[in-house]
């Protein structure tokens, strides 16, 4: 049973314009939410992080928004660029557990 | 990579061989975790070490086993290696209950 869930495979945006990836989740419980950015052949890096009590954590052109009475959260990317091309996990530090990913594409 | 290594890179074995993979850390986390890496399936967690000799399962545990004898190594083992098993591991460390470092992956094969 998926904690957490991304149910965009994928996204397709072009240059300078925002990425929006979303992620669900059902233990309201979690204390804090990351995203984790994956390139091929790589090892996921840490992008960015929210805790519950917080609702919009900001750094650089990345934001997250946690929206707690939809268990949902987002992470904003803006402008958007070639280099974001990449695939997007979302997870919490309760369970360890990750969302199927996000494949995110930036034409240029 | 914060200090992780996994070895091998790349492996290729056949069915029913027992296949173990190394994870070695110089950060002294205490955590270490094992996820799998398979298309529509995300990062899928399989077991995971919370200190030495302290383990537990993960999401996918079945078929695999682990053993940390020490802080810096973490080992995934595969008892009788399966085609279901053919995927990319990686091994991840965290000082605490936070952000995890990963390392490169582990490619393996089962024919």
């Known amino acids: 049973d998926q904690q957490v869930k991304q149910n965009s495979p994928s996204l397709s945006v072009q240059e300078g314009r925002i990425s929006i990836l979303n992620c669900d989740y059902t233990n309201s419980m979690f204390d804090y939410f990351l995203w984790y950015k994956k390139y091929p052949a790589e090892g996921p890096t840490f992008l960015i992080s929210i805790s519950s009590i917080k609702d919009k954590n900001e750094d650089g052109r990345f934001t997250v928004f946690l929206n707690k009475s939809a268990k949902h959260l987002s992470l904003h990317i803006v402008p958007s660029q070639p280099g974001d091309s990449a695939v997007y996990f979302c997870?919490?530090?309760?369970?360890?557990?990750f969302g199927a990913g996000t494949r995110l594409t930036v034409k240029p | 990579d914060a200090g992780i290594t996994q070895s091998p890179r790349h492996k290729v074995t056949e069915t029913g061989t027992p296949v173990t993979l190394r994870c070695h850390q110089t950060e002294n986390h205490r955590y270490m975790y094992w996820y799998r890496q398979d298309p529509g399936h995300g990062l899928r967690l399989i077991h995971y070490s919370y200190g030495v000799k302290d383990t537990d399962k993960g999401e996918v545990s079945d078929g695999y086993s682990v053993s940390r004898s020490k802080t810096e190594d973490f080992l995934l083992t595969l008892e009788s290696a399966t085609s279901s098993q053919t995927s990319v591991y990686f091994c991840?460390?965290?000082?605490?209950?936070?952000?995890?470092?990963f390392g490169s992956g582990t490619q393996l094969s089962v024919l």
């Open positions: 997870s919490n530090n309760n369970d360890m557990r």
């Open positions: 991840a460390i965290s000082p605490g209950n936070e952000k995890l470092f």
